[in-house]
C-alpha cells in the first residue's frame, strides 16, 4: 500500500505478525497472534484491507473490537512444523519414567524442576534450546537456590537428554559454580542432650516422645530407620537391633544403600526399648508411635514436639536429624574405632573421614616448627 489514507503496514515483530496504521492524526498498532509465515501473511493482508476499507468508507472501528477474530473463517494459522516437545515436557517424560523408581520426595524435586522448566522457557521446544539460554537458564536457577542445589539440577537435566539419546553437550559445557564447602556438623554438647532428654521427660504433653529421642541420641540412626523399626527387627531382651527398612511420606522402604545391618545397643537403650515394649507385639509393628497409635511423622514431630521443648530448655536449634551426628561425633571423641562406628550408623567410611575427621582422636595441631 501506498502512504494514502487508511494505509495498513504488515510488520514482522520478533517472528509474530503485526498490523500498524494511522487515522485521524492517531497511532494504533495490532498484535494478529499470528507466527510470521507465508500462510499466515494472507490472512494479515485480508485483516489489512478490511480496515483500509473501513477508513475510507467512513466504518471504522475504533475499539477494534471488529477486527478481532471470533472463529477464524478465513485461513487456518499454519502452525509450526515440529515434532519437538517443549523443553518443560522433554524432562516431565524422564520424570515420569523415573517415578517408578525414586521416593514421593524426591520426586517433587524433579517435579520442581519441571516447574521451573515452564516458568523460563514456556512453550519453546528443545530444538530451540541453545547455549545461551541454557547458561541463562542456570543463572536463573541460582538466583532460586544455592550452587550445590544448582548443580544437582543440571546434572538431572544431562541424565534427561542422555536418557532420550540427544546431546547433552549443551549443559555439560555450562560454566561450573563454585560450591562452598559443606558446613560441618554441629553436635550437641553432653550438656545439651542432657537438656533436651530432661526437657522431653517432664514436659506435660511430649513426654511420650522421650523414648524415641533417647533412642536417636542413643543410636545414631536416621530418623526414617528409627520411625520404620519395628519389633520383629528387635531381639527378645531388647539387646541387638537390626536396621532393615525406613519409614518416609508414609511408606516403607529399604534403608539407604539397600543395605540392611545389625548392631548391639548400649545396657541403657536396651532397657528403654524393655520398658516400651509390649506384652506380645507384632512384628510388623512400630516400635515408635504417636500418641493417638500412628506412625511418627517426621515434620510434624519436628515443627511441633521438637522446636518447643528446644525452645523450653533454651538449646540453639537444630533439626531431629543432628542427633545422628551427635552420636556419631562422641563415639569417635571417645576413642572408637572410625571404622566400627561406621559400621553401626551405616555410614560410608570415606564420608565418615570426612565429615568427622575433627573428631577422630583429636584436631590437629600445628606445632612450633621454627
Not at 26 to 52: F, H, M, S, V, W
Not at 144 to 161: H, M, S, Y
Not at 318 to 343: E, I
Amino acid at each position: 500500500m501506498g502512504r494514502q489514507k487508511g494505509t495498513v503496514a504488515i510488520e514482522s515483530d520478533k517472528g509474530w505478525l503485526r498490523l500498524r496504521w494511522r487515522v485521524a492524526g492517531k497511532r494504533y498498532a495490532y498484535a494478529l497472534g499470528l507466527p510470521d509465515n507465508k500462510t499466515n501473511r494472507k490472512i494479515a493482508e485480508a485483516r489489512a484491507n478490511q480496515i483500509y476499507l473501513d477508513v475510507l468508507s467512513g466504518n471504522f472501528d475504533g475499539t477494534l473490537v471488529k477486527y478481532k477474530p471470533t472463529g477464524q473463517t478465513e485461513l487456518e494459522p499454519e502452525k509450526p512444523k515440529t515434532d519437538s516437545p517443549t523443553i518443560a515436557d522433554l524432562f516431565d517424560r524422564f520424570v515420569a519414567h523415573k517415578a517408578k523408581e525414586i521416593d514421593p520426595r524426591t520426586l517433587r524435586r524433579y517435579h520442581t524442576i519441571t516447574r521451573q522448566l515452564k516458568e523460563f522457557f514456556r512453550d519453546r521446544i528443545v530444538t530451540e534450546l541453545n547455549a545461551s539460554s541454557a547458561e541463562e537458564f542456570q543463572q536463573f536457577l541460582i538466583a532460586d537456590g544455592n550452587a550445590e542445589t544448582v548443580r544437582r539440577k543440571i546434572q538431572l537435566l544431562k541424565a534427561c537428554w542422555q536418557w532420550h539419546e540427544l546431546d547433552a553437550a549443551i549443559w555439560e559445557s555450562l560454566p561450573k559454580l563454585r560450591t562452598p564447602p559443606q558446613e560441618a556438623p554441629k553436635p550437641f554438647t553432653k550438656e545439651e542432650v542432657a537438656l533436651i532428654l530432661g526437657g522431653f521427660k517432664r514436659d506435660r504433653y511430649y513426654s511420650h516422645y522421650y523414648p524415641y529421642v533417647k533412642f536417636l541420641l542413643g543410636t545414631g540412626v536416621r530418623i526414617g530407620e528409627a520411625q520404620g523399626l519395628t519389633w520383629g527387627r528387635i531381639s527378645d531382651d531388647c539387646t541387638v537391633v537390626e536396621v532393615f527398612e525406613t519409614w518416609t511420606d508414609r511408606q516403607r522402604k529399604p534403608p539407604k544403600n539397600n543395605k540392611s545391618r545389625q548392631f548391639r545397643v548400649s545396657q541403657e537403650t536396651a532397657e528403654l526399648l524393655r520398658s516400651i515394649r509390649p506384652n506380645d507385639p507384632s512384628p510388623d509393628s512400630f516400635v515408635f508411635l504417636t500418641l493417638e497409635g500412628h506412625p511418627i511423622n517426621e515434620h510434624n514431630f519436628r515443627g511441633r514436639a521438637w522446636k518447643e521443648i528446644l525452645d523450653k530448655v533454651d538449646v540453639p536449634y537444630r533439626k531431629p536429624y543432628n542427633c545422628r551426628a551427635t552420636f556419631t561425633s562422641h563415639c569417635l571423641m571417645s576413642g572408637m574405632n572410625p571404622l566400627l562406628v561406621a559400621q553401626l550408623t551405616g555410614h560410608d567410611v570415606a564420608v565418615l573421614f570426612e565429615h568427622y575427621a575433627a573428631y577422630i582422636g583429636s584436631s590437629p595441631e600445628i606445632p612450633d616448627l621454627f
